[in-house]
């Protein structure tokens, strides 16, 4: 599976942005997909994960309520559309797949087998 996430871009606080991640191969819809992000000067950190029927959803306690993860199957996409912006938001974000991974692992980046090349969200204040 290779992924290509887009959407990235500066945006002030409060403000909404959707990111993308296209994914390629014919069994897209059998696998999680998730979000990851990684601010300057920080550790990588799990964000958002959605199952492939996109029944089940999972998010980190920091952006709960105001980000939300979908998915496509049909387009081969998954999508986190980021509302309510703070500048502690700013960070290059990951798309990231796997075809098996377990609940307990989704917040375990080195538990995802795929990882696309991240695209940089810059929240101004």
């Known amino acids: 599976v290779q992924l290509q996430a887009s959407g990235g871009g500066l945006v002030q606080a409060g403000g909404s942005v959707r990111l993308s991640c296209a994914a390629s191969g014919r069994t897209f819809r059998s696998y999680t997909m998730g979000w990851f992000r990684q601010a300057p000067g920080k550790e990588r950190e799990f964000v958002a994960a959605?199952?492939?029927?996109?029944?089940?959803?999972y998010y980190a306690d920091s952006v709960k309520g105001r980000f939300t993860i979908s998915r496509d199957n049909a387009k081969n996409t998954v999508y986190l559309q980021m509302n309510s912006l703070k500048p502690e938001d700013t960070a290059v974000y990951y798309c990231?797949?796997?075809?098996?991974?377990?609940?307990?692992?989704?917040?375990?980046?080195?538990?995802?087998?795929?990882w696309g090349q991240g695209t940089l969200v810059t929240v101004s204040s």
């Open positions: 959605i199952r492939w029927s996109g029944g089940f959803t």
């Open positions: 990231v797949a796997d075809r098996g991974i377990i609940l307990s692992s989704l917040v375990h980046g080195d538990q995802w087998h795929y």
